[in-house]
């Protein structure tokens, strides 16, 4: 199945979803990651949910990453250059939502891509391989390229993996790791 109809197809998916199946798979996703050997950097990426998009609660894993006294970095979009800067969040870093939905920092302590040892990264769907599709603007597979290649990378879906390989694209990065509410992938 091609990029776009696999991106309809998993926007469908969710739509049909409640906000209590949201919240309960979102904790369990959480839980999963708990099981995982992923605990023991410094930098973790996290994405904040664009909620129209009914995407992961990621809160729950904000918490774990708190608990466990983790810096937290979360990204900020240039829509001209289809990139994105990166943002320790902090007790006082201001959030505000942009005209896409997404959550970002107004301004704070810059983070270099290189300083990132974990990467929880949002996706529509993804295959038995790692592969992943996204809303289709390349952010984070640019964001990705700039990492160090030791980096993990980790998917967060509702949803179990396509049987079918996805057509990648030279650019695109695979998962290490995808967890959903019912099971971790390893790549």
Not at 21 to 37: G, H
Not at 121 to 141: E, Q, W
């Amino acid at each position: 199945m091609d990029k776009t109809n696999l991106r309809k197809k998993y926007k469908e998916f969710r739509a049909v979803l409640s906000p209590d199946e949201i919240d309960s798979k979102s904790i369990q996703i959480a839980n999963n990651l708990l099981k995982l050997d992923i605990w023991d950097y410094e930098y973790y990426h996290i994405f904040l949910p664009i909620t129209k998009q009914k995407e992961i609660d990621t809160s729950y894993i904000l918490s774990i990453l708190q608990g466990k006294d983790k810096h937290i970095i979360v990204s900020k979009s240039d829509f001209r250059e289809t990139t994105m800067k990166n943002y320790l969040l902090t007790d006082n870093t201001k959030l505000v939502i942009n005209s896409y939905g997404i959550p970002e920092p107004e301004n704070g302590i810059e983070i270099p891509y290189e300083k990132i040892d974990v990467i929880f990264v949002p996706l529509l769907a993804y295959d038995t391989s790692g592969n992943r599709i996204g809303y289709g603007k390349g952010f984070y597979d640019r964001f990705l390229a700039h990492c160090k290649p030791d980096a993990i990378k980790v998917g967060l879906s509702f949803f179990e993996p396509e049987l079918r390989e996805i057509r990648k694209n030279d650019e695109d990065i695979p998962l290490n790791i995808c967890v959903s509410d019912t099971k971790s992938y390893f790549f």
